[in-house]
């Protein structure tokens, strides 16, 4: 990881939703050093919560999760006029070809498998993600 700080432009925001702690920690700590400003949610409905506080400039999802899984939850997101335009990137320990079929069918830019590649991750993100912050 190289660590990089635009200074002079804004942090990218970024959403972590995963109901493992430890995970979501992890990833933050990581995003954190690559520069990326991060909020965390256990669930998607700490995520819906939070969406209007907190506007992300994408959002990393787990598939397995309580209340609601990452593909409804990303169904959801993606239906809603005011987020549909956050790119949704899954983060998962399910990598069968069908679980990334149905993570693209229900509206998400991407889909990582555990454990994460965190150069691709970050790469990925800056793809998806303007380069100039408003």
Known sequence: MLGRVHSGMSKLKITIVD???????LLA?????EGFAVT???N?????????????????????????DG????????K????RDIPVIFISGRGEPEDK???????AADY??????????VSRIRELVPAQIP
């Open 40 to 42: 965390m949610a256990a």
């Open 71 to 78: 593909f409804e939850l990303c169904r959801a997101v993606k």
């Open 44 to 68: 998607g409905l700490r995520l819906i919560a939070s969406l209007q506080l907190h506007r992300p400039h994408a959002i990393l999802l787990d598939v397995n999760m309580s209340w609601i």
């Open 112 to 121: 990582f498998v555990k454990p994460l590649d965190m150069d691709k991750l």
């Open 29 to 33: 700590a990581a995003l954190e050093y």
């Open 80 to 83: 809603n006029e005011q987020f």
């Open 101 to 107: 079929r149905h993570g693209m069918a229900v509206g």
């Open 19 to 25: 109901d493992d702690r430890d995970t979501r920690e």
